[in-house]
């Protein structure tokens, strides 16, 4: 199985929280695992915004930073280019999500196939994927 990871499903992978558990799931049973490069991004944000609400410590910090390190590192990362700005683009229009979202939905596009699960804890998200076709995992709790 192929597995698309929005941010919101690959931050549970890097603090425990609700969702981990769905997201840990997936992780194991992807023979490809796939995501947006503004992902590193956004989950070395999600770490900051954690540190800074004191729902995990510095230490745990900098354990998560490790632990996105080495998934990063066995993730197949897709570029951000004009061709995916202007396909997102379309997504815009005809999808009520944000930026970040509409280009996740249109990277996953390029993995797009029967074996291909996306997965976030966005429902929003989740809703335009299945309205063009995804499976979809949801890893809200």
Sequence with gaps: MVTYFDTSALVP???DKPG???CGRLWNASSRRVTLRVSYVEARAAIA????HNR???RGAQEAIGSLEIVWGAMWIIELTDPLVRRAAEFADAHA????????????????????????????LLESWCAVGFAVADTAP
């Design 49 to 52: 915004s954690a540190v800074r």
């Design 56 to 58: 995990i410590t510095s």
């Design 97 to 124: 999500l944000r930026g970040y979202d509409v280009t996740h939905c249109a990277a996953a596009e390029l993995v797009h196939g029967r074996s291909v699960v996306a997965a976030a804890g966005d429902a929003a």
């Design 20 to 22: 981990s558990a769905v």
């Design 13 to 15: 992978l890097l603090i």
